[in-house]
């Protein structure tokens, strides 16, 4: 069975300052990984995938994760943290095998940037 | 862009009433999903679909029926809805690798309160 681990409950961050939101996973075979933000009273977005090739992937907002395949992680990233990320992330995770099935979850984490 | 449309974004329900939650999605993805949402749980799946009249259970289907009669459409039924069932309700569809990018995209969630 895959499963994704999401350490943090919330995350706070000061305006300007780096951030990194963390997630491990446990999959058989390859992980194909994934990271969405969901606004308050919204549906989830998707912001970035790995699946194959360079471990550092760019996605939307300026945000990136880093695959880390010895770590089995995927750690969310920004350089410079904004109000306006203030939000909850997941962290999910699927294979080729899963097939219907789709994605599995992390239980998500709230990040707090402060002004 | 994909659109998966929720009917309806709140819902107030009293206790034994029957509640249908509407999907629509306008992508001919074939598979479909209902996931329940609550804090810190994460998301869960509850129902999926990937063909018309084809359906299986998730992780937590007790309380909820589906149908899917069209293709396009995946409605989630709470016979008699229960005050436990108060929760965040996301529909989504999904682009299966080989076929598409592998992601869920998601609606806008159905925040139901039931009395």
């Known amino acids: 069975a895959q499963s994704v681990a999401q350490p943090e409950d919330q995350v706070n961050v000061a305006e300007g300052n780096p951030l990194t939101v963390k997630c491990t996973y446990s999959?058989?075979?390859?992980?194909?990984l994934f990271w969405y933000v969901q606004y308050p009273n919204r549906g989830l977005q998707f912001l970035l995938k790995?699946?194959?090739?360079?471990?550092l992937v760019k996605g939307s907002y300026g945000f990136e994760a880093e695959f880390n395949k010895s770590q089995t992680s995927f750690h969310l990233k920004k350089p410079s943290a904004l109000v306006s990320d203030s939000a909850l992330y997941f962290c999910?995770?699927?294979?080729?095998?899963?097939?219907?099935?789709?994605?599995?979850f992390g239980s998500g984490t709230r990040l707090q940037v402060q002004p | 862009d994909v659109k998966v449309t929720q009917s309806s974004r709140y819902l107030v329900k009293r206790t034994g009433e029957k509640v249908f939650l509407e999907c629509v999605q306008d992508?001919?993805?074939?598979?479909m999903f209902w996931y329940r949402q609550d804090p810190g749980l994460g998301l869960r799946l509850i129902y999926f679909?990937?063909?018309?009249?084809?359906?299986e259970k998730g992780d937590i289907p007790e309380g909820y029926s589906v149908s899917r009669e069209k293709k396009e459409r995946f409605s989630l039924i709470l016979e008699s809805a229960s005050t436990n069932q108060t929760s965040m309700y996301l529909c989504?569809?999904?682009?299966?690798f080989g076929q598409g990018t592998g992601e869920l995209f998601f609606g806008e969630g159905s925040r139901l309160t039931v009395l």
């Open positions: 790995y699946i194959t090739g360079d471990n």
């Open positions: 679909s990937y063909d018309v009249k084809m359906k």
């Open positions: 999910a995770v699927t294979t080729e095998d899963t097939g219907r099935r789709a994605l599995t």
């Open positions: 989504a569809s999904f682009s299966p």
């Open positions: 999959v058989s075979g390859n992980p194909y």
């Open positions: 992508m001919d993805h074939e598979n």
